[in-house]
Nanobody
Framework: QLQLVESGGGLVQPGGSLRLSCAAS????????IGWFRQVPGKEREGVSC????????NYADSVRGRFTISRDNAKNTVFLQMNSLKPEDTAVYYC???????????????????WGQGTQVTVSS
């Protein structure tokens, strides 16, 4: 069974950077589309970014495009989210999620993913 564990969250000042990691155990990630989502208490979970199983297709929310970069290292069974130029409004719990599809060349950041991690807190504050 696929298990996902996020790490790399923390407290950072506005304008700073963090790199989140999503490590998998139980199965290999190479056949899975991976997405990053975030949620603020009292608000709906929103999609941030996603990457296809090959890494050839990515997608970003308008609010993070140009600041965040998603990547994956299938040999390490890990997906990364590099977050630069962080803003206070990026503060949230960040989750990674997965669904099996080794064929698609596109991905979406809608909430249709099957497996979810427990989340990691990102706080952007001075």
């Amino acid at each position: 069974q696929l298990q996902l564990v996020e790490s790399g969250g923390g407290l950072v000042q506005p304008g700073g950077s963090l790199r989140l990691s999503c490590a998998a155990s139980g199965v290999t990630l190479e056949n899975y589309v991976i997405g990053w989502f975030r949620q603020v208490p009292g608000k709906e979970r929103e999609g941030v970014s996603c990457i296809t199983s090959s890494g050839g297709g990515t997608n970003y929310a308008d609010s993070v495009r140009g600041r965040f970069t998603i990547s994956r290292d299938n040999a390490k069974n890990t997906v990364f989210l590099q977050m630069n130029s962080l803003k206070p409004e990026d503060t949230a719990v960040y989750y990674c999620a997965a669904y099996w599809n080794r064929y698609t060349s596109i991905c979406t950041i809608l909430l249709h993913y099957n497996d979810w991690g427990q989340g990691t807190q990102v706080t952007v504050s001075s």
